[in-house]
């Protein structure tokens, strides 16, 4: 069984630009959620995708955006890039979308904005 | 809303020294507990939860935390703690759906 990847591992962008963030979700697992770890700090989860639709956001604007694929592997957006954006995204998979189910997360994106 | 506090940010602690790392939450529902390990530029690893029912939880590495709901916390212990143990630690709370809300972080650093 293989766990959730990510991709890619690190990444530079410059300011104003757009960048997408991929991750395999851990098999039959149909809910990934995507969280921003600041350098020093606890991750802040950022949104949630359930049979390919949104179900839960945290407190990021809009150019924050995502998807997921039939597959229920899922794709992280953020358009208009900030130097805040700087930060770890880590995408976490779990088998149901609600109750006491753990989050199996990956290794990580790098991201860093100059 | 619930919020997670991890009241030290850094505990350093010798090689085969006990310890103990501290997480208070808050919330106005019950809640599942969580405790993550996260190593230099690595992802987030579960060492433990608590779901229900027993109070006191082991986890792998020898960790084990123990659930006190009249103080809202849930304090991760280990009693010999190796060089290897040295990375992040991080308390997490789940309510509703899969949301995490996650504290600050510890550093615990083991010095040989």
């Known amino acids: 069984e293989t766990g959730v990847t990510q991709s890619p591992t690190h990444l530079i962008k410059t300011r104003g630009q757009q960048v997408t963030l991929r991750c395999s979700s851990q098999?039959?697992?149909?809910?990934v959620s995507w969280y921003q770890q600041a350098l020093g700090q606890g991750p802040q989860f950022i949104f949630q995708?359930?049979?390919?639709?949104?179900?839960g956001r945290g407190n990021f604007p809009p150019r924050f955006s995502g998807l997921q694929f039939p597959n229920y592997s899922s794709e992280l957006n953020v358009n208009a890039l900030e130097l805040d954006d700087s930060a770890l995204y880590l995408c976490?998979?779990?088998?149901?979308?609600?109750?006491?189910?753990?989050?199996?997360f990956g290794q990580g994106t790098r991201l860093t904005v100059v | 809303a619930q919020s997670v506090t991890q009241l030290d940010s850094q505990v350093p602690v010798f090689e085969e020294a006990p310890v103990e790392l501290r997480c208070n939450y808050s919330?106005?529902?019950?809640?599942?507990l969580f405790w993550y390990v996260q190593y230099p530029n690595q992802g987030l690893q579960l060492l433990l939860k608590?779901?229900?029912?027993?109070?006191l939880v082991k986890g792998i590495n020898g960790f084990e935390a123990e659930f006190n709901k009249s103080q809202t916390s849930f304090h991760l212990r280990k009693p010999s703690v190796h060089i290897s143990d040295t990375a992040e630690y991080f308390c997490?709370?789940?309510?509703?759906?899969?949301?995490?809300?996650f504290g600050g972080g510890t550093r615990l650093m083991v010095k040989p």
């Open positions: 098999s039959g697992h149909n809910t």
């Open positions: 997490a709370v789940k309510k509703a759906g899969n949301m995490l809300t």
């Open positions: 919330s106005s529902v019950s809640v599942y």
């Open positions: 976490a998979s779990s088998p149901q979308y609600r109750g006491n189910t753990e989050a199996f």
């Open positions: 608590y779901l229900s029912g027993s109070t």
């Open positions: 995708y359930y049979r390919e639709e949104e179900n």
